[in-house]
Nanobody, 116 residues
Framework: QVQLVESGGGLVQPGGSLRLSCLAS??????????MGWYRQAPGKQREWVTG??????FYADSVKGRFTISRDYVKNSVYLQMNSLKPEDTAVYYC?????????WGQGTQVTVSS
């Protein structure tokens, strides 16, 4: 059984920063995690990909490029998302995803609200 738990969401003013964390636990080895990433879903919209990290590098959606940074701790089986220069349109539930073997696992999501 694999679990992903996100944390770090909250309310922030436009231009502010937040750091999201996602910890993977259970019957996994760091070498079996092929990729990790973040998605988000705003009210009334479909879930969209935000960023991902794998042996191939780090990749970002155009909407967050230059503002968001993804990083990974291979020892802790964790992935982080540093979000800077936040905008109201970044408001969404943010989900962590891990590709382990041939399976995809999702966290429960953490709310990020950007508002003055």
């Amino acid at each position: 059984q694999v679990q992903l738990v996100e944390s770090g969401g909250g309310l922030v003013q436009p231009g502010g920063s937040l750091r999201l964390s996602c910890l993977a636990s259970g019957s996994i080895f760091s070498s079996s995690i092929n990729a990790m990433g973040w998605y988000r879903q705003a009210p009334g919209k479909q879930r969209e990909w935000v960023t991902g990290i794998s042996s191939g590098g780090r990749f970002y959606a155009d909407s967050v490029k230059g503002r968001f940074t993804i990083s990974r701790d291979y020892v802790k089986n964790s992935v982080y998302l540093q979000m800077n220069s936040l905008k109201p349109e970044d408001t969404a539930v943010y989900y962590c995803k891990a590709q382990i073997g041939i399976e995809d696992y999702w966290g429960q999501g953490t709310q990020v609200t950007v508002s003055s």
